[in-house]
Structures are given as C-alpha cells and as structure tokens.
C-alpha cells in the first residue's frame, strides 16, 4: 500500500471517526451505523478503504465481523506510517457524541447478555452442564499446577480421575489392589489415546513406589478402605519427594450406617484434624482442610451420605 493511498485513507472525516470510535473499541458494522449516524452502505464503503490501507483489522464472530485498529497500526512497526497516521489521531480531541454513542453500543451489548441470562434464570446450570458435562472446571483448576509433575493416584480404582490427570501431568502412576477394578482403569476409553499412564497393583499399606517418586499423591475416597489407613498415610510420606504435595478427600467421621453397609467401609471416616495430625506425623508441613460443599447426592434414592472434606500438605523439604 503505497503512502499516497494511506493519507487519502485516513485524510476523510469519517474515516478519522471510524478509527476514534475503534480506538476506543472493537466494534461490528453495525455498531458503527449506530456511532456514526450514516446508512449502513457508507460505512461499509469507508470500513474497506481503511482495511486496503492496512489501518484496521477485522474479527469474525460467527455471523458477526468485528472490527478495530490493526497490528501494523497499533502494536506493529513503529516506523510504519500507518502507526504514525494513528498516534496521530490518537492525540486529536474526540468529539463528545461520538464517546457517548460509543459507550450507549457498548452498554446495549452488556444490557443484552443480562437479559439473555435473566430470561433462562435458574436453568442456566442445566444447559451448561447438558453442553459440556459437570466437570470441566475441576479439569481447568488443575491446569494451574506444574506440568511436569509425577502424580500417583493412590487407589485408583476404576481410574475416573486418570484421563483429567493424564491431561495435566507429564506422567500419571495408577495403583490399585483389586486386579478387577485396575483393569477396569486399563481398559477407560478415554484413556486409549494416552502414553503417560502406568498401572501397578500394589498394596496400599506397601507401595510399589520408589522413595521420593512422586510430586503428588492423590487419595481420593480410599483410606477408610484402607484396613491400616495409618501405614497407608506412612507409605504417602514415603514416596512423596521433599516439596511435594498430598491431597486427600476423605468422609467426615459419620454414623450413617446404611451407606457404610452398602459400600462395605472399612473406617465410619474420619476427624479432618486427627488425619491432619497423622499426615503431619509422617513428614508433611503446612497442613490444611475444608469441606466441600458441593459433594451432596444426585440421587433421591440414595441413602443418608457423609458430609467429605479435602486435606492438603506439602511434604517437608
């Protein structure tokens, strides 16, 4: 685009608003109608005068083109006329209307995604959890912890939890005693395409891990399984190296006996504090647990539950 084209691009009024209005932000045609006042054809024909000059961008969103300053204009070569012509334009006062109007299109889209949501109201779970199920979150949170982590998932049993690992971690160890449920884990099809996945049976009171292998040990709802919960949490300290982490979900101490009868509990759960106080004992420092509200039955026939909790420590270094 050679500079002649450039300063005619920029040189008419409209144009010159196009670009204030874009500066302050991105916007659709129309948009724009809307902040300039002008039939939809004229914007059109300026929006692809300035595009040819390389002095905006656009964005599709779905049906939808957005447009704003380019690359070359606002975050390219500094020595690009397109950049000068913009900084330029950028020190020229904008016309009040035109801020105004900007900020009305602005707050009529904010007004429009809060209508949206009113009209679905309590609903909204429901359709987001029928899009993309209702754990995706628990997936993303992990996604804030160091890839290259070992992590070892401690009872795995039918291996639930290893595809959101395996996602997460560079290598993820499944241990599991009953040789049915292991191969259970092996066989998950979500698990097919994985290569950072490897299954030991082992007992949980003797780890088949070496001292210091993993980065993080996972119990989830296995130590009241555990017929020595405690040579359980020994063997978690042992295997952990210095720095590493340890969660644990367990069941509050309960007395729900339906439940402990149809899942065949080895412990009626346990005292967050007294387990804080074993983990604690086998080399773990800043020991810490909550409860997790939104552990609660989806079922209305299943029977009287315990209320869980999760345990965190880092293992002293």
Request: charged share 25%; net charge negative.
């Amino acid at each position: 685009m050679g500079s002649e084209a450039v300063f005619k691009a920029v040189a008419d009024p409209t144009r010159q608003r196009i670009l204030q209005a874009l500066l302050q932000h991105e916007l659709s045609v129309t948009e724009l109608v809307d902040v300039l006042e002008q039939p939809q054809s004229t914007v059109s024909r300026h929006l692809r005068v300035l595009r040819r000059a390389e002095l905006i961008s656009d964005r599709r969103n779905g049906a939808t083109v957005h447009y704003a300053p380019s690359a070359v204009a606002v975050g390219g070569d500094d020595e690009a006329l397109q950049a000068h012509l913009v900084r330029w334009l950028e020190k020229e006062p904008t016309p009040q209307a035109l801020q105004q109007r900007v900020k009305q299109v602005l707050e009529r889209r904010h007004s429009e995604t809060v209508d949206f949501f009113d009209s679905i109201g309590q609903r909204w779970d429901q359709m987001r959890t029928d899009c993309f199920g209702d754990c995706f979150h628990l997936e993303a949170l992990a996604a804030l912890l160091p890839k290259s982590w070992v992590v070892g998932d401690i009872g795995t049993g039918t291996g639930y939890l290893l595809a959101a690992l395996a996602g997460t971690f560079e290598k993820v160890i499944a241990i599991e005693p009953a040789s049915r449920l292991l191969e259970t884990a092996r066989n998950r099809p979500e698990l097919r395409a994985t290569d950072n996945v490897e299954f030991r049976a082992g007992d949980l009171r003797q780890l088949p891990l070496a001292d210091g292998e993993l980065d993080l040990a996972v119990a989830m709802l296995v130590l009241h399984h555990v017929a020595d919960s405690a040579a359980a949490i020994a063997e978690i300290g042992r295997v952990v190296k210095p720095g590493g982490r340890v969660l644990v979900v367990e069941q509050h101490a309960h007395q729900c006996e339906a439940f402990r009868e149809m899942m065949q509990d080895r412990w009626w759960g346990f005292e967050p504090d007294s387990l804080g106080a074993q983990v604690r004992a086998v080399g773990f420092d800043d020991v810490t647990w909550q409860h997790l509200r939104t552990a609660v039955p989806t079922s209305v026939s299943a029977p009287q539950t315990p209320d869980l909790f999760v345990l965190t420590a880092r293992k002293d270094r």
